[in-house]
């Protein structure tokens, strides 16, 4: 599953994180995250996986498309 802007900002809103500080806890550069978060981009899929991983493993779960609502995060217990 891609990462949208949208739900890489809004995970990064939910851990109070930075883009340093997802940067630093996913290998990825902060350019990277950056132009991802602008919509500039769509990181090669290997660096979408290291994002959700490193935001899975912070405590956000993704949430999928359903028919009446778009794609989310939030913040696992």
């Not at 340093?20 to 806890?25: F, H, I, R, T």
């Not at 991802?36 to 290997?46: F, I, K, Q, Y």
């Not at 899975?56 to 009446?68: R, Y």
């Amino acid at each position: 599953m891609s990462l949208t802007p949208e739900q890489c900002r809004a995970a990064r809103a939910l851990l109070n994180w930075s883009q340093p500080d997802l940067a630093k806890a996913s290998g990825i550069g902060r350019a990277t995250i950056a132009n991802l978060e602008r919509g500039a981009h769509t990181p090669h899929p290997s660096n979408q996986a290291a994002l959700r991983d490193a935001l899975e493993e912070a405590g956000i779960e993704f949430l999928p498309e359903t028919k009446s609502k778009g794609v989310g995060v939030r913040l696992r217990k």
